[in-house]
């Protein structure tokens, strides 16, 4: 009987795993065709979004995700959100650096999204943001641009 039980785990297991790494692949290829999170040049985004800036402020790094802006400053990360079908709400956020309390960093495996970012702002427990970047973004650039503004 306990042969018997053991196959069975192992069948279980196995169909499992097939399934899991197809689900994986799926979504690998849905974050490709709809593009998760790309930087886009300082000049685009100062073009676009200059007149949100302080005086004094510079663009360090953005990424498009979807319709959506994730733009790193040297005062402040902005996250600029289209609303609605049609885009035309948007929702201007500002946090500041020194209100994130932690920030992580994930990398993927084969055919999965290439890499998570998730900051914490205060004292939540579940991540404030989440964000899913794909292969034209460096996530240590990333990672180091939030390391060098919230450990300061």
Known sequence: MRSTIQIHIF????????FHNIITLIMGLLSSL????????????LKQYGTLLCEGEEIELGFKVLRDMFIFTNKRLLLIDKQGITGSKTEY????YKSISRFSVETAGNFEL??????WVSSELQPSITKQFNKSVSVYD???VL???VLK
């Open 11 to 18: 069948e279980e297991y196995s169909v499992y795993t097939f």
């Open 34 to 45: 709809l593009g998760n999170a790309g930087a886009v040049s300082q000049e685009e985004l």
């Open 93 to 96: 956020k500002s946090i500041s």
């Open 114 to 119: 290439d890499a998570e970012l998730k900051i």
């Open 142 to 144: 990333v990672q180091k």
């Open 147 to 149: 390391a060098q503004h």
